[in-house]
């Protein structure tokens, strides 16, 4: 009969031992695979705190994106807030034209403006004139209304069905006490808007936005009789008085304002220009990237005079905008298929300008009409199809201030500025 005799306690310890080591190189080849570590544990007791890591590894490589998201909380300081709904539009095109890494500035403005802003106009247009469904009118124009924080209170007609497509209903009417005149302004702003700029015209040189000008004779063209004397400025020779000066002001129609634009004094129109041009948006912040862009879009100059001087109101359009409409001339078409770069139209309302010669073969020929259209202040000038810009150039005394700060919100009939 054979007897098995118990193993010793040396033994069962080296088995032990053995157990152990092979647990241990398993555990290094398994952090070889998962997280690439290579420290050797100690004890039995770092197990479980291993077998954590190694979870938590495989959980972050299975989960790049949440793990890449905390690092850059982490970098930030504080989770990045996300983009407003309704500055999406206007966000991506300021990233198009600030990606500063890819392309150069003269490269990101020419790239924007190759961008089909006339044609996409021109079919924005039409689709404003499609009459709508009584049952779609409501749910679209609220839509609007929330976008763009549109005040219908101050509508004529507050029945959102009675408009019947987008055109009627940006082209609104306002009910005729809440736009005021200042009786005690000569001055009064044309339009419902933002201030952009304001100030004293100096060197020729106009600011749409701070730090960015455009070139006073390009913007205007040249002005019939006042050509020859080459001595001066185009600033100075706008003048009538030596003991006046040339100011401006610039308001910015944004897509929920209202749309129409009004006589800011009394004055008479002498003479209209339409400059045809690109339709780039006049959004302060492409204005601040894209230098005389007042110079490069469509515009429609009406130029005469007030008590003071020469005065000057241009209706500049931007994308979407390109119908520009003047109540008093039937005859202005804006954002018409096919121009010539650089070209302008004129179309002069006193008889004695009857015949306006052609400036460097690109002018038009206008027609004389009387002695000119008198508009009383406050009075309906024109409209707009969305929102854009008007500039007010005009001739005062020196000692002429504005009652403005930049940025500031504005509405048809509060003042700008007094003697």
Not at 15 to 21: F, H, I, M, P, Y
Not at 168 to 191: D, G, Y
Not at 326 to 354: C, M, W
Request: glycine residues 10%; hydrophobic residues 35%.
């Amino acid at each position: 009969m054979v007897k098995f005799s118990p193993p010793c306690r040396g033994g069962a310890r080296q088995q032990r031992d053995v157990l152990r080591q092979v647990k241990r190189r398993r555990r290094r080849r398994r952090r070889h695979a998962t997280d690439g570590e290579g420290e050797e544990e100690e004890g039995g007791g770092r197990g479980g705190g291993g077998f954590r890591a190694r979870a938590t590894a495989r959980f972050r490589l299975q989960v790049p994106r949440a793990a890449l998201r905390r690092r850059l909380s982490v970098l930030s300081g504080a989770a990045s807030r996300p983009v407003p709904w309704r500055r999406r539009p206007i966000a991506f095109l300021c990233y198009v034209l600030s990606v500063g890494a890819l392309r150069p500035l003269a490269k990101r403005v020419a790239l924007y403006r190759s961008f089909p802003t006339r044609l996409l106009s021109r079919a924005w247009g039409r689709l404003n004139g499609v009459e709508l469904p009584t049952w779609l009118r409501k749910p679209v124009y609220s839509l609007y209304i929330w976008t763009f924080g549109v005040n219908m209170q101050e509508a004529a007609v507050e029945d959102l069905i009675h408009y019947r497509n987008l055109g009627e209903f940006f082209r609104r009417r306002l009910k005729p006490a809440v736009r005021p005149l200042c009786a005690n302004s000569c001055l009064i702003s044309p339009a419902d808007g933002k201030i952009l700029h304001f100030g004293q015209v100096k060197n020729s040189e106009v600011e749409q936005v701070k730090g960015v000008t455009y070139s006073l004779e390009n913007f205007l063209g040249p002005q019939k009789g006042r050509e020859n004397d080459s001595s001066s400025s185009f600033r100075d020779r706008l003048l009538s008085s030596p003991d006046n000066d040339l100011f401006h002001v610039v308001v910015y129609l944004a897509p929920g304002d209202y749309h129409c634009f009004h006589s800011p004094t009394n004055w008479r129109v002498e003479l209209r220009r339409h400059f045809p041009g690109s339709l780039l948006s006049v959004n302060p912040g492409v204005a601040r990237l894209v230098k005389e862009l007042f110079c490069l879009n469509e515009r429609v100059a009406l130029t005469g005079q007030w008590q003071h001087g020469f005065f000057s109101l241009t209706a500049v359009g931007a994308t979407n905008v390109g119908s520009i409409r003047v109540y008093f001339d039937q005859e202005l078409q804006t954002n018409i298929p096919r121009y010539s770069k650089g070209s302008f139209h004129d179309r002069s309302y006193v008889a004695a300008d009857n015949l306006l010669s052609k400036v460097g073969g690109k002018g038009g020929v206008a027609s004389g009409e009387g002695d000119g259209v008198v508009l009383q202040k406050g009075a309906a000038v024109g409209e707009f199809n969305l929102g854009s810009t008007i500039v007010l150039l005009f001739e005062a005394p020196k000692d002429f201030s504005f009652n403005l700060q930049a940025g500031q919100r504005i509405r048809v009939g509060e003042g700008l500025g007094s003697l």
